[in-house]
């Protein structure tokens, strides 16, 4: 008789989705049985600007509430690749602090936009250098990036992601996988992404899409694949954190919002297909 063993995946979610007040986002999220918190912004102040004595306030709130931090999502990235790289060094060396500061070891981070008329190869090895420099900082400090393939940026599609790691080739950067983001440049992304990156796929932010128009919708009610990507997550033995990242209000340039009962909708969503797939969210 075969013994079927119930994988665990930690819950998490982007607390500033469900309201600028970090007290009531740790309400929600316990609500939901998440474990854990993504870290955008708190009391509508980006992670890019949050001072010592904020990041201070935040964790004892968290300690208070009994969540930990599963990752900084950072806008890192999220500007023309035509800034210096000690832009966003600086903004790196800003951020890690605030991650040391909430005890966690990952950063979300992005691979920069292009100009209007400028492709993505003429941008290419301009990226490489940033991120390459990007890491470097990264692994020096001992945390890891997490590039987010996101619409418009050099990695929006699984081609470009596996450039990116292929090439910069650094134990502190990985890949935060997001359905949802490749549907919206016209990819299936458990059919032409998901073998291709695994290798390198070390976080998965929960959100799904409609082909047709790009809408952000809850998990399993979009063309993003949910349902093969868990399934297939679960069955490659992945034990790392599924971060809720519902955007089901509005989405804008550095992020999006929900409200506590649209976040509910989505962890539900997600909730239900992790069941049917085997998996224990914690």
């Known amino acids: 008789?075969?013994?079927t063993t119930t994988a665990v995946w930690p819950l998490s979610g982007f607390g500033d989705e469900i309201d600028p007040d970090p007290a009531v986002q740790c309400a929600v999220l316990l609500a939901l049985g998440a474990s854990h918190i993504e870290v955008r912004s708190a009391w509508?102040?980006?992670v890019s600007e949050l001072e010592p004595q904020?990041?201070?306030a935040l964790k004892?709130?968290?300690d208070e509430q009994g969540l930990k931090v599963s990752a900084v999502a950072s806008p890192i990235g999220k500007v023309d690749v035509g800034l210096p790289i000690e832009h966003e060094l600086d903004r790196l060396r800003q951020i890690i602090s605030v991650a040391k500061g909430l005890d966690t070891k990952y950063i979300r981070i992005f691979s920069f936009f292009r100009a209007e008329g400028q492709s993505a190869e003429d941008i290419r090895d301009d990226v490489m250098v940033r991120i390459g420099a990007?890491?470097?900082l990264a692994a020096e400090a001992g945390v890891v990036l997490l590039h987010e393939n996101e619409k418009g940026i050099y990695?929006?599609?699984p081609e470009h992601v596996l450039d990116i790691m292929k090439t910069v080739d650094s134990p502190a950067l990985r890949i935060a996988w997001d359905n949802a983001n490749f549907v919206q440049v016209g990819i299936k992304p458990y059919t032409e992404g998901y073998a291709m990156l695994r290798p390198?796929?070390?976080y998965f932010q929960v959100k799904d899409a409609l082909?047709?128009?790009g809408e952000v919708v809850p998990s399993g009610e979009g063309d993003g694949e949910l349902d093969a990507t868990i399934a297939a997550l679960n069955a490659d033995g992945f034990t790392g954190f599924a971060s809720l990242e519902p955007h089901l209000a509005s989405a804008h340039e550095l992020g999006g919002f929900s409200g506590p009962a649209a976040f509910g909708t989505a962890a539900r969503a997600f909730a239900a297909l992790a069941v049917k797939n085997g998996v224990e969210l914690s």
């Open 44 to 46: 509508g102040t980006n």
């Open 200 to 202: 390198y796929l070390e």
């Open 54 to 56: 904020q990041v201070a």
């Open 134 to 136: 990007l890491a470097a």
């Open 211 to 213: 082909a047709a128009t």
């Open 155 to 157: 990695g929006d599609t």
């Open 1 to 3: 008789m075969s013994k």
């Open 60 to 62: 004892e709130i968290l």
